[in-house]
């Protein structure tokens, strides 16, 4: 497994946030679309979402394994 430093993991957790609530103020902006539109709508912030999700368990992880030592 890579092991990424600290810094850059909270840096990339960072901008995963950053992203998402982009995609959320654009989404309110525009209001809910339907069908098709809805999904391609939605899709756009998913991989940061799905990053976000990863960071910050790795970041999680990573507290608990130093409290633990």
Do not use: D, W
Not at 32 to 45: E, R, W
């Amino acid at each position: 497994m890579i092991k990424i430093n600290y810094k850059i993991q909270f840096a990339l957790f960072v901008i995963c946030l950053f992203f998402i609530g982009l995609g959320i103020f654009e989404t309110l902006n525009e209001g809910l679309k339907t069908g098709t539109a809805l999904f391609l709508q939605i899709s756009h912030f998913v991989p940061f979402v799905m990053g976000a999700i990863i960071f910050g368990n790795n970041l999680y992880s990573k507290r608990i394994e130093n409290f633990k030592n």
